[in-house]
């Protein structure tokens, strides 16, 4: 019940489409939702969060879309370009096991020039 | 700028060698996680400790221990290092209030022949 299923495990995007990349969580306990992006050889970073209370946040071309009640997120990349080329994980925050984090398994995006 | 550093970015152990990984962050964070990436797995928790001498368990803490001194410094132990352990090992610090952040080092690429 702590996963976070995260898909599709890749993306192949032409330059200036839309990515969009899926999770789905079960427990209803989450509180916080973030994605992190991953550069070769380097840590994640965070990209952008939201919490439960709200539907969508935006911020630049990187869109995140909250739906509780079927428990999914979406982050949707637009105008991508060749330099988001990189891993994304989304994750979730469980309150009750102290800020513990719950992590999908990656897609890697490919932006095509 | 927040800096999580990693005592080595690369490292070769044999079997059945104790081997000790170092984490520092310079923000007086309380929270600090090891995780381990494996690819298709994303990114599983091994222990997160919340203050000085806490710590807990993650999804993977067999054949881990870890140590927290001081504030600044976490650090991962693999008391008797075997050939499954190899991974990608990833240190982070997170920044609570409006939001959550975890900031990751850059890892340590551990090989275990």
């Known amino acids: 019940q702590q996963q976070v299923k995260q898909s599709p495990q890749s993306l192949i995007v032409q330059k200036g489409g839309i990515s969009i990349i899926n999770c789905a969580y079960e427990?209803?306990?989450?509180?916080?939702f973030p994605w992190y992006q991953q550069f070769p050889g380097k840590g994640p970073a965070l990209l952008i969060a939201i919490r439960p209370d709200v539907s969508e946040k935006k911020e630049g071309r990187f869109t995140i879309s909250f739906n509780k009640s079927a428990k999914q997120f979406s982050l949707h990349i637009m105008d991508s370009q060749p330099g988001d080329s990189a891993t994304y994980f989304c994750?979730?925050?469980?309150?009750?096991?102290?800020?513990?984090?719950?992590f999908g398994t990656g897609t890697s995006l490919t932006v095509i020039p | 700028d927040v800096k999580v550093t990693q005592s080595s970015r690369y490292l070769v152990k044999r079997t059945g060698e104790k081997v000790f990984l170092e984490c520092v962050q310079d923000?007086?964070?309380?929270?600090m996680f090891w995780y381990r990436q494996d690819p298709g797995l994303g990114l599983r928790l091994i222990y997160f400790?919340?203050?000085?001498?806490?710590?807990e368990k993650g999804d993977i803490p067999e054949g881990y221990s870890v140590s927290r001194e001081k504030k600044e410094r976490f650090s991962l132990i693999l008391e008797s290092a075997s050939t499954n352990q190899t991974s990608m090992y990833l240190c982070?610090?997170?920044?609570?209030?409006?939001?959550?952040?975890?900031?990751f080092g850059p890892g340590t690429r551990l090989t275990v022949t």
């Open positions: 400790s919340y203050d000085v001498k806490m710590k």
């Open positions: 923000m007086d964070h309380e929270n």
């Open positions: 427990n209803t306990a989450f509180d916080y």
């Open positions: 982070a610090s997170l920044t609570t209030g409006r939001s959550y952040e975890q900031y």
């Open positions: 994750a979730a925050r469980n309150p009750n096991t102290g800020n513990q984090f719950y």
